[in-house]
């Protein structure tokens, strides 16, 4: 099974001011919960354990759009640098796909991809799905069955986040960088309605913000 940073249902997190949070944000947010260096230095761990494990053949990373593209940048710079500085190293090549699943702060039943380049691009690689947070699981459930219509030779997940939630289908990707408590966390490209996805920490959205921020 996939080990992870757990964060606990308890964790307090950090005040605030402690660290530099855009203005117009200020009044949104409870807490940060994972600070931008932790996700950073976890991130940097993940690219040496994927390519420990998928390394040697083409890899063909898929950023799930919108919310993985900040992870998705920083673990492809982190598998770069490990290419760039070993003697063995990986071609790496990039595709996007974009889902849609939230409306406010809940998962809806229907999953759709609203773009990106096509699945069947993928047929006969190794593909490595990069998403931002499992939290049922349906999104990545639906993605996962979508793209086994188009043969991949091989394809892993990893998600920077996976929530503790009784809503959970059970499904687990194959690499998790934390673990995280059933609360709606905004920050490094997660987003409520759009907004947060430029704040650099993971934080945890007050009621208030959420009441603000309604569709
Ligand atoms: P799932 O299909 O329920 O696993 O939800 C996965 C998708 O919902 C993720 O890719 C996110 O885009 C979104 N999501 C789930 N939880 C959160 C959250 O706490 N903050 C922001 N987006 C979330
Ligand atoms: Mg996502």
Redesign the pocket.
Same mark, same amino acid.
């Given at each position: 099974m996939a080990s992870f940073l757990q964060i606990a249902d308890d964790e307090k997190g950090y005040d605030l001011d402690l660290f530099c949070v855009p203005r117009h944000y200020e009044n949104d947010l409870d807490k940060v919960i994972i600070p931008h260096g932790l996700i950073m230095d976890r991130t940097e761990r993940l690219a040496r354990d994927i390519i420990q494990d998928m390394g040697g053949h083409h890899i063909v990373a898929l950023c799930?759009l919108k919310?993985g593209y900040k992870f998705f940048a920083d673990l492809l710079d982190y598998i770069k640098a490990l290419n760039q500085n070993s003697d063995k190293s990986v071609p790496l090549t990039v595709d996007f796909i974009r889902?849609k699943? $939230?409306c406010n702060d809940k998962?809806t039943n229907c999953?759709k991809v609203i773009g990106g380049d096509e699945l069947s691009n993928l047929s006969g690689k190794n593909v490595l799905i990069v998403?931002?947070?499992?939290?049922?699981?349906?999104?990545?459930q639906t993605l996962l069955s979508l793209l086994n219509e188009c043969n991949p030779k091989m394809v892993k997940v990893v998600s920077l986040l996976v929530?503790r939630t009784p809503r959970s289908s059970g499904y687990r990707p194959d690499y998790i960088g934390f673990e995280v408590p059933d609360?709606?966390?905004?920050g490094y490209a997660?987003? $409520?309605n759009e907004y947060f996805r430029d704040l650099s920490h993971i934080c945890i959205l007050n009621d208030q913000a959420k009441e603000k921020y309604k569709v």
């Open positions: 799930v919310g889902v699943s $939230y998962s999953v998403e931002d947070i499992v939290e049922t699981g349906r999104t990545m929530k609360a709606f966390l905004v997660l987003d $409520y």
